[in-house]
């Protein structure tokens, strides 16, 4: 079911009118697995019981590392190893598999008979999902929170059909407290909420589907065939295609959950206005890069000052004057390789890894000039760095994304402009529109009319998003998250 379809907007209004109706809190928890199934189910109905497996073993796992001092670390083993085992194989065995003939091609053997593996389709969300349930388990075994004994309740926090499938990634912490907590309804929560679906809606259908447009003419053009600005020009109008989208989502999620009565926390905040690297990954995904963050890169830095990584890092820091590099390189190896089972994903990880290692280095320089002129010049910097990586997220295979690379660092290729001039035109008026409205929030929640906001959002959601949706709602492209 496509969040930018009648069909989604037909479920919500049903769920919603149907969920205060019958307001008694014990209903909630089962209203809301149910119909979250019911959601899932639209999709696919033959992977609901993967999801249910995924639920019901991460929730005797939960309780397996709670009430086992002496063994709960071999549990948590247990159960992440099944989670990563389950992921890898609908999300990674076909990548291996190409990359192990495709190596073997190099010495004269040929494999593609010994693997058969192309039947596998890989389910929609289970990298969200899976990441939530691992979170879980390894808060437990943290003892950062408690086991939840009511099943439904966990089941639901899994299962919540508004970030199931694209995210935000939520903690146990974040959202079970508050599926107790629903008591009755609340009109301000529900338009407010309401306001967040619409815009969402309007971000998709308006800006990212129509930019989706110009990106696939931009990169069906043989890498060959582009000029140095062609390139400049496609990172640029992919990183705009790719935040309009998945903000989006993010806000219809956000707002979905808030017409029934549940906080998410904000996934987005104008990240293209950031002036490092690192506060860009603070802006960007938030959910993603914190789970990352606390669940993969603060353990593995702690590992590599304990043990066997210590010795590697003492090389590496010859170069980078830095030991957390090696955590820092395998994180964002893995965080690209999350995102999809391609060596382009890959290269983008590295790239970002190899961003902020830069940025770690030359922050340490004392510029002995102003505040606002040293966050200019950091925006400066670290917006085309940023937007350049997108290059490889989105090219069609490695051998293209490289070509584009090569491109940019040819002084020679800054003479043509090979792709169709409307899209110039085009990525030059996103660009300008995209910081000024950006600059604009940033005043505006500073400055003395902040209190006339709501009368600005109100005006900005119903009188320009509502003729938007009428005009635009069609599902004709999914959000680009889905695939992840």
């Not at 071999?74 to 065995?93: E, G, H, P």
């Not at 010859?318 to 390789?337: A, D």
């Not at 290729?413 to 995209?434: D, G, H, K």
């Amino acid at each position: 079911m496509l969040f930018n379809s009648l069909t989604f907007i037909t479920f919500l209004s049903i769920f919603v009118v149907i969920f205060w109706l019958l307001n008694y809190p014990k209903f909630h928890k089962y209203f809301i697995f149910f119909s979250s199934l019911i959601f899932y189910g639209f999709w696919r109905i033959d992977f609901l019981p993967l999801l249910l497996f995924s639920v019901i073993f991460n929730y005797i796992a939960g309780f397996l590392i709670s009430e086992s001092k002496e063994r709960k670390f071999i549990y948590l083993s247990f159960a992440v190893f099944i989670n990563l085992l389950i992921l890898f194989y609908f999300k990674y065995l076909i990548f291996f598999t190409d990359s192990i003939i495709g190596i073997s091609l190099l010495f004269g053997i040929d494999l593609k008979n010994n693997f058969n593996f192309y039947y596998i389709i890989l389910p929609l969300g289970i990298s969200f999902y899976t990441f939530q349930a691992i979170s879980y388990i390894v808060d437990i075994y943290r003892q950062n929170i408690k086991v939840e004994k009511d099943f439904l309740f966990y089941a639901s926090y899994i299962t919540f059909f508004p970030q199931l499938v694209a995210g935000p990634i939520l903690r146990a912490s974040q959202v079970i407290p508050q599926l107790k907590t629903i008591k009755k309804i609340n009109l301000i929560e529900i338009f407010e909420g309401f306001k967040r679906v619409l815009l969402g809606l309007c971000l998709k259908v308006f800006f990212a589907d129509n930019i989706a447009i110009f990106v696939n003419d931009g990169f069906s053009t043989p890498a060959v065939d582009l000029s140095a600005i062609d390139v400049w020009t496609l990172a640029f109008l992919f990183g705009f295609q790719i935040y309009f989208d998945f903000s989006a989502y993010s806000h219809i999620a956000i707002g979905t959950a808030r017409m029934l009565g549940i906080t998410f926390p904000e996934n987005f905040n104008y990240p293209y206005l950031s002036s490092s690297p690192k506060e860009f990954w603070k802006r960007w995904h938030i959910s993603l890069s914190s789970w990352i963050r606390d669940y993969l890169y603060l353990p593995l830095t702690n590992y590599s000052k304990k043990y066997s990584l210590d010795n590697f890092s003492d090389g590496i820091s010859k170069i980078t004057s830095e030991k957390r590099f090696v955590p820092l390189i395998i994180t964002w190896s893995l965080m690209g390789l999350w995102h999809g089972s391609n060596w382009t994903f890959l290269l983008w990880g590295v790239l970002h890894a190899l961003i902020i290692q830069l940025y770690r280095i030359f922050s340490k320089i004392n510029l002995k000039i102003n505040d606002n002129v040293k966050r200019i010049i950091g925006w400066l910097i670290t917006l085309p760095l940023i937007m350049i990586t997108w290059i490889s997220f989105r090219a069609n295979n490695i051998g293209d994304a490289f070509t584009m690379y090569l491109k940019i660092l040819n002084p020679y290729a800054y003479f043509e402009m090979n792709l169709r001039e409307n899209i110039y035109l085009v990525t030059t008026i996103i660009f300008l529109i995209t910081l000024s409205y950006g600059l604009f929030v940033k005043f505006f929640n500073k400055s003395k009319f902040k209190k006339n906001n709501k009368f600005f959002t109100n005006l900005i959601v119903y009188g320009v998003s509502i003729p938007i949706l009428i005009i635009f709602l069609r599902p004709v492209n999914q959000f680009i998250y889905f695939q992840f």
